[in-house]
């Protein structure tokens, strides 16, 4: 029977109580709570950190590309110019993964029935096409530096700067991600990756530094060159983050550790159909269990009850799950889901 997370009815919560013996004395003292008061405020509370790293990352990237931007312009370098506009274009990455946590904050309606979280996967699409437009406007400088060499000057504060830009990128990189991954956002852990490539890029600008003080005006457009070429490898790495968000894509792990909590619970003889999806930083679940066919509707109501509980506890993220209960098979029953056949897709 389905059992939608968010019920309102009042009725006996019965908590499933864990067959091994540690595992019940956890349970017994582990404090949890999960009233749909609580699922929100968790909910919030990701999407506040979430908008926290978002705001310090922006605020440390914004200093570090102005003070890039600045020597630029007395120096000339076509690497440092390429850097510095990387590090400003991943400044910019919080504004629609900042939008995107402030809308999804707004709670479900008939019309978004699951809610906004799905806009923090737009955000990290916008994320890609922003990487995608930074390797493309380096790849331009540099050649066109190539094409038009013009000599460094101010080489001992270019170097300087792109010290600043790698531990700038790499402050903002270990907090975006760590954040991201405990809030469980792709797309923050993206854009944490995507920083940190920016870090190692932008020592890369000391050799095109060194080579020109060592008489090679080329070094600074071919160190630009690779600048590109490390920006299309995060570019890919954050391609496929933010497309196996999109495409629903889990850790199997994940439904591992899933399974095993609900052929823990007392009633559920196995474990059918089980989805999870990522809803933004936040997971869902569907499942089906196996119970006794000869439970009353009350009885099997408390196995679904008691089902996504122990969904609750074993899966991180997870803030709700619908369970549907079906009967054990008898011989010679004639299978009650036959009537759906048609509807399957080819």
């Known amino acids: 029977m389905p059992h939608s997370p968010d019920h309102s009815h009042s009725h006996p919560h019965s908590h499933p109580h864990p067959r091994h013996p540690l595992a019940r004395i956890r349970h017994l003292f582990t404090p949890h709570s999960h009233d749909s008061a609580d699922k929100v405020d968790a909910a919030l509370e990701s999407s506040a950190r979430g908008m926290r790293a978002l705001w310090v990352s922006l605020l440390v990237l914004g200093m570090t590309a102005l003070a890039q931007a600045a020597v630029v312009v007395v120096s000339g370098s076509v690497a440092l110019l390429g850097d510095t506009v990387h590090n400003a274009a991943d400044a910019l990455t919080a504004v629609p993964l900042g939008i995107a946590?402030?809308?999804?904050?707004?709670?479900?309606?008939?019309?978004?029935?699951?809610?906004?979280?799905?806009?923090?996967?737009?955000?990290?699409?916008?994320?890609?096409?922003?990487?995608?437009?930074?390797?493309?406007?380096?790849?331009?400088?540099?050649?066109?530096?190539?094409?038009?060499?013009?000599?460094?000057?101010?080489?001992?504060?270019?170097?300087?700067?792109?010290?600043?830009?790698?531990?700038?990128?790499?402050?903002?990189?270990?907090?975006?991600?760590?954040?991201?991954?405990?809030?469980?956002?792709?797309?923050?852990?993206?854009?944490?990756?995507?920083?940190?490539?920016?870090g190692f890029t932008s020592l890369a600008v000391l050799i095109g530094a060194g080579g020109a003080a060592?008489?090679?005006?080329?070094?600074?457009?071919?160190?630009?060159?690779?600048?590109?070429?490390?920006?299309?490898?995060?570019?890919?790495?954050?391609?496929?983050?933010?497309?196996?968000?999109?495409?629903?894509?889990v850790d199997p792990a994940l439904v591992d550790a899933a399974e095993r909590a609900l052929l823990d619970v007392d009633g559920v003889h196995a474990v059918g159909e089980l989805r999870l999806r990522w809803i933004g930083h936040r997971l869902r679940a569907e499942v089906a269990v196996v119970v006794d066919g000869w439970l009353t509707v009350r009885e099997a109501h408390r196995v679904a009850v008691d089902a996504e509980h122990a969904l609750l506890h074993a899966v991180p993220k997870l803030t709700g799950a619908t369970v549907h209960a079906d009967p054990a098979p008898v011989a010679g029953e004639r299978d009650p889901h036959l009537a759906l056949a048609h509807h399957a897709p080819a």
């Open 214 to 249: 060592a008489g090679l005006p080329l070094a600074d457009p071919l160190v630009g060159l690779l600048i590109t070429v490390a920006i299309l490898l995060v570019l890919k790495d954050a391609a496929r983050e933010v497309l196996h968000r999109v495409m629903d894509a």
């Open 101 to 198: 946590f402030v809308v999804g904050r707004r709670a479900a309606n008939r019309r978004f029935t699951y809610g906004y979280g799905r806009a923090e996967d737009l955000a990290g699409v916008a994320i890609v096409l922003t990487i995608a437009a930074s390797a493309a406007f380096a790849a331009w400088s540099s050649v066109e530096r190539l094409l038009h060499p013009r000599d460094m000057s101010h080489i001992p504060v270019v170097a300087l700067a792109a010290v600043v830009g790698f531990v700038g990128n790499e402050w903002v990189a270990r907090y975006r991600i760590r954040v991201g991954r405990e809030i469980g956002s792709a797309a923050l852990v993206a854009d944490g990756l995507h920083a940190r490539t920016d």
